[in-house]
């Protein structure tokens, strides 16, 4: 028999915490690595990552670290272990959350981030899902974090750095520190992958406070 009380009623949604849900973008720049170690770290501290790689990343996980990529990516391809929560978006796909401020999260990660992302962000041009998920953090307020990876830098790099810094965005350049003396180079890559996950507002155990905690 059907309860009269339960007729028309909506199915209750369970949804995500906000605050655990993450958008990263890993571009074409040199430094896959930085990205790979630090969707790792994340899927710790993330109920939902939503995962976007550029056109030229595939080739870049390939040249520097073996890593090749069927065309339906997964998580063990990418990481080497299973990862539910990673949920990857194609980069001309505007038909996903990302794309739309109602979609609420903790922020935007691109890491590597190439100079041509950051001039098209800082220029407000959306050509992918990419710099669209950028635009919409920059748009609601939204933390981004860009994690540049390019030497030397040019006038026009620095005058886009500076447009995006005005406009919100967290510029994270990947220049390591080494005072804790580092002994491998994922422990030179984790120094950046801490910072940018403190700059989310993680408590990560990666690497300690200076001077407060080993």
Known sequence: MVDPATVGAKEKIVKTDPNRRLVVGIGGASGAIYGVR??????????EIYLI????????LRQEMDIDLSETPTAKELLGFDA??????????????????????????????SMGTVGRIA?????????????????ERRKLVLVVRETPLNLIHLRNLTALTEAG???????????????TVEQVVDFIVARTLQTLGV????AGEWRHEP
């Open 84 to 113: 539910p929560q990673i949920r990857f978006c194609q980069a001309t796909d505007y038909f996903t959350p990302p794309a739309s401020g109602s979609f609420r999260h903790a922020g935007m990660v691109i890491i590597p981030c």
């Open 123 to 139: 220029s407000g041009i959306s050509n992918d899902l990419t710099t669209r998920a950028a635009d919409v953090c920059l748009k």
């Open 203 to 206: 408590e990560q155990d990666l």
């Open 53 to 60: 790689l550029s056109g030229n990343a595939p080739d870049v």
């Open 169 to 183: 965005a967290t510029i994270l350049p990947a220049s390591p520190g080494f005072y804790d003396r580092p002994q």
């Open 38 to 47: 630090f969707l790792r770290a994340a899927v710790r501290y993330f109920d």
